[in-house]
């Protein structure tokens, strides 16, 4: 049984990078004894981490030098455990040492594949926090108990889940809207398969674009959410 009672998680990304966590979250939050704390810069995804770290306490830390410091001074020595994942930066890791830790854990299993998931799943069951992962479905591992198929359109036809948007500020993500116009052309043209794009508010009048480029009868394939709770569309 582990005799972690406070574990701290630096970590940072998007949406990806929050999913492939759940498996350690998971596994944390079935130990009542263990309080969690997520440390993190990501300021663009605040919303996200509360939904998907829950009821991990989500600790914002400033991005710049000086003031980071001086928060990471609060937490000095307070964490039995720091996880930083297989693959931090050279900051994170920094940050790590920095908060001195009884554990600071930041390891590559090399008998596992290098994808992000399994290494947290490795590193989950090393650190004695779960058992094992045997025929496991990644939906189990959402916080949210996933008891039907959501399906957007009345006839339940099979649909692609499309989003052409990206982070704040990071244009060099994004991809033209006339490519995107150009795929969903084709999904339409040669596949039975609808369309759901989703994206944030911000994202509304690019999706609205690429939606009002096709014809009524082809918008009917189509179907647009926006800033949806994630537990809504998953």
Not at 47 to 74: A, D, M, T
Not at 128 to 133: C, E, I, Q, R, S
Request: hydrophobic share 40%; with cysteine; aromatic share 12%.
């Amino acid at each position: 049984m582990t005799t972690f009672k406070k574990i701290g998680i630096l970590w940072g990304g998007g949406l990806g990078d929050l999913l492939v966590l759940r498996p350690f979250l998971k596994a944390v939050h079935a130990k009542p004894e263990i309080d969690s704390y997520l440390l993190t810069t990501a300021t663009h995804s605040t919303e996200l981490f509360e939904e998907l770290c829950s009821p991990s306490k989500v600790i914002l830390l400033k991005r710049e030098g000086r003031h980071i410091l001086r928060q990471i001074r609060n937490w000095y020595g307070f964490f039995d455990l720091v996880y930083l994942g297989p693959y931090p930066t050279f900051k994170t890791r920094l940050l790590g040492d920095l908060i001195a830790p009884g554990k600071l854990w930041c390891r590559i299993n090399h008998t596992k594949s290098a994808f992000l998931l399994e290494q947290i799943c490795s590193d989950t069951i090393a650190l004695g926090l779960a058992d094992g992962y045997n025929n496991r479905v990644f939906s189990t591992f959402l916080p949210w108990n996933i008891s039907r198929t959501a399906n957007p359109f009345e006839n339940y036809e099979k649909f692609i889940v499309l989003h052409p948007g990206a982070k704040e500020k990071w244009e060099t993500t994004c991809w033209p809207i006339e490519n995107w116009k150009r795929l969903i052309q084709r999904i339409l043209e040669e596949t039975t398969f609808s369309i759901t794009i989703v994206g944030t508010v911000k994202e509304a009048s690019k999706i609205q674009m690429i939606c009002n480029s096709f014809s009524a009868s082809d918008r009917q394939r189509i179907k647009s959410y926006l800033s949806r709770p994630l537990k809504d569309i998953a």
